[in-house]
T-cell receptor, first 111, second 117 residues
Framework: GQQLNQSPQSMFIQEGEDVSMNCTSS?????WLWYKQDPGEGPVLLIA?????ELTSNGRLTAQFGITRKDSFLNISASIPSDVGIYFC???????????FGSGTKLNVKP | GAVVSQHPSRVICKSGTSVKIECRSL??????MFWYRQFPKQSLMLMAT?????????EQGVEKDKFLINHASLTLSTLTVTSAHPEDSSFYIC?????????????FGQGTRLTVV
């Protein structure tokens, strides 16, 4: 079953606002992944984090790998309508034969 | 990132028939492929994990005789929903990892919307 707790479940924001979502776990992960899923599509990998404390950016997206290796956050700055979708955090099991997913954060952006 | 192609994107079938969904890794060798099912407004539910050349490992509660998985090559895995019923209607998604992807990232197909009527 899933071991990742993701929050918030959903967000309604105005275009231009910054967004933050996070993921926590009771277990240590050595890799954190953030995905975005558009309606009717498969998830697309946004950012991959490999090292505790690592802060990585991809355009307006920034994600950090928590120092305890039990949490991660994703920030989106200056949101735009195309940011709408569901964002998932994920982490692989230690031998990479399974990936655990958070429950997702549904982002709605008002133009 | 690596590309995973899933086909078909949508399929409608009659109750009692079988449907095959293909998942291909286009630019890397997928040593491990995962099949998920996703219900509306919910997260991904792992159904099974398959490694090339070996039998798939099914999650608890997933019927292996109903959801047949074949991973015969390093670039292709198939999921066959046998004797489909309306309750099997769902969004099915595959993902794959491979050594070229460092085995640390999973890349997803586009998903298949199955409707059983």
């Amino acid at each position: 079953g899933q071991q990742l707790n993701q929050s918030p479940q959903s967000m309604f924001i105005q275009e231009g606002e910054d967004v933050s979502m996070n993921c926590t776990s009771s277990s240590i992960f050595n890799t954190w992944l953030w995905y975005k899923q558009d309606p009717g599509e498969g998830p697309v990998l946004l950012i991959a984090l490999y090292k505790a404390g690592e802060l990585t950016s991809n355009g307006r997206l920034t994600a950090q790998f928590g120092i305890t290796r039990k949490d991660s956050f994703l920030n989106i700055s200056a949101s735009i309508p195309s940011d709408v979708g569901i964002y998932f955090c994920a982490g692989p099991k230690y031998n990479f034969n399974k990936f655990y997913f958070g429950s997702g954060t549904k982002l709605n952006v008002k133009p | 990132g690596a590309v995973v192609s899933q086909h078909p994107s949508r399929v409608i079938c009659k109750s009692g028939t079988s449907v095959k969904i293909e998942c291909r890794s286009l630019d890397f060798q997928a040593t491990t492929m995962f099949w998920y099912r996703q219900f509306p407004k919910q997260s991904l539910m792992l159904m099974a994990t398959s490694n090339e050349g070996s039998k798939a490992t099914y999650e608890q509660g997933v019927e292996k005789d109903k959801f047949l998985i074949n991973h015969a090559s390093l670039t292709l895995s198939t999921l066959t929903v046998t004797s489909a019923h309306p309750e099997d209607s769902s969004f099915y998604i595959c993902s794959a990892t491979g050594s070229e992807a460092g085995n640390t990232e999973a890349f997803f197909g586009q998903g298949t919307r199955l409707t059983v009527v």
